[in-house]
């Protein structure tokens, strides 16, 4: 999720394209990068799920809602990539 008033949230306004990157940074090494385009969702009642499930996460059942009903709200962006390429390698150190 991010704010409509971000940098993040105009850029991606204007041009929808978008990549996420995650990587392994201790051995073996590894990552994996997805390239897209991303749809936007306003509605904070769409958003609520989603955000909820976020917040049960990283802040356990019992704070889920309460999080996640803060973060579904007017001006947040819930973004979704529609991949359109992937590359990825695992175990980069060889072993």
Known sequence: ????????GRTLRRD???????DL?????????VEGTVTIETDPAAML???IAIARRYM????A???GSRNAVVGEYL?????????GMDDMAGH
């Open 1 to 8: 999720m991010t704010n409509s008033d971000t940098v993040k």
């Open 16 to 22: 929808p394209r978008a990549a996420l990157t995650v």
């Open 25 to 33: 940074e201790r051995p073996p090494y590894a990552f994996a990068a």
């Open 49 to 51: 799920p989603h955000s």
């Open 60 to 63: 356990g059942d019992a704070l």
């Open 65 to 67: 809602d309460e999080y």
């Open 79 to 87: 973004l979704r990539l529609t991949p359109t390429s992937a590359v």
